[in-house]
């Protein structure tokens, strides 16, 4: 690692949680000679590139800006440089630099520098609101607050998997949510179609997520983890709120998926551009009876597939006479093959808001799974 990476590390680490903009605009003015740096987040409807203080939001699709973010890799247009900043796969936004020379050493060193900045951005943000009130174009309802502060991010990437969710709608979602954790062994994924209008959503949801992770770091298996979320919901409404839940643990050594369907979203598979809806044993919704009993079954992933989880909000988001629907649904997830997941999901969410020509009414969940194959 050069001196100059070295030092910008060295700011970053030793910057107050406020102030790593000020912090590595200074050293990359000392190193490089760069006299403008911006940041630019992602905000939660994955539409705008929003500026961090004054500046004007990049919306406009083809921009250099979003073609670093859509490609993960560093865009030069006219002397301006911009940076991928993200998290092993967690895409936060972009760092926008000027000047930066054609040299592509520098190029190689301010895209480790922009890593870096993620990383401290991950690291910083639970202690202050400067960059999540900046991510947002409108305020977000509080129901919707309490939604997005449940994820544990909105991609992941991993040599064996890569992985992408969005609620919707972004700034009033309600009770849809997802969850997923991985050992380096095992991913366990969780989508919830969720329950209930505005802050009692979000509530109910809030307590499945938090008994369906208590369960999962207990070590029980995943019909277990089932069984206690449900009985945790049942203690508080006594059946009269439930929630549709999949569940899902894949084997990264094996690709062996094991599921819970539990009410659930839809389980779609797309392999080798062919769209399989995969038949699940539909059980009880969590909470809807005292003392449900939850078995999961298994089916094996072939390289290179495909797995969408959807919501009910999806299929049934109605247009001005007609929904969706199952048709419209494999049509456009077939198109999706060549895309990353975190682009087939906001492609996904984007063709429904052009379906319904305007935001959603009903929650809608996306989720989408790529198993790229046992690794070494």
Known sequence: MS???????????????????????????????????????????LSMLLPLGDGTPLTEPGHPGWRCF???????????????????????????????????????ELAEIATVFGHELAAVSAGTDVYRRARRSRRLTLAAEMQWELLPGRSR????????????PAYAVRGDSFDWSDDGNRLWLSVINGMGEGVAASMLTSLAVHALRNARRAGLCLADQAALADQAIYAMHHGDQHLSVLLLELDLRDGTVTVVDAGSPRLVLLRGGEV??????????????????????????????????????????????????????????????????????????????????????????????????PQP
């Open 157 to 168: 990437v991993r040599p064996s998997f890569s992985l992408a969710g969005q609620l919707e």
């Open 3 to 45: 001196e100059p990476v070295n030092r910008a590390r060295r700011a970053l680490t030793d910057a107050p949680a406020d102030l790593l903009l000020d912090r590595i605009a200074a050293e990359l003015a000392r190193s490089y000679a760069v006299d403008g740096v911006e940041l630019f987040q992602v905000d939660y409807r």
């Open 276 to 373: 399989h809806e995969h038949p699940l044993e539909a059980q009880f919704p969590l909470g809807m009876f005292d003392g449900t009993d939850y078995g999961s079954q298994q089916f094996r992933l072939e390289r290179d597939d495909r797995l969408f989880v959807v919501s009910d909000g999806v299929v049934e988001a109605a247009g001005q006479e007609v929904r969706y629907g199952d048709t419209a649904l494999a049509r456009f997830l077939r198109r999706t093959g060549p895309m990353a997941p975190l682009d087939a999901v906001r492609s996904l969410i984007g063709d429904l808001r052009a379906f319904v020509t305007r935001d959603l009414v009903d929650d809608a969940v996306v989720v989408c799974l790529d198993w790229t194959g």
């Open 70 to 108: 859509d490609h993960q890799e560093p865009v030069l247009a006219a002397g301006t440089g911009y940076f991928p900043v993200s998290v092993r796969g967690e895409r936060g936004g972009v760092l926008r630099l000027t000047p930066v020379p054609e040299d592509p050493a520098v190029v190689a």
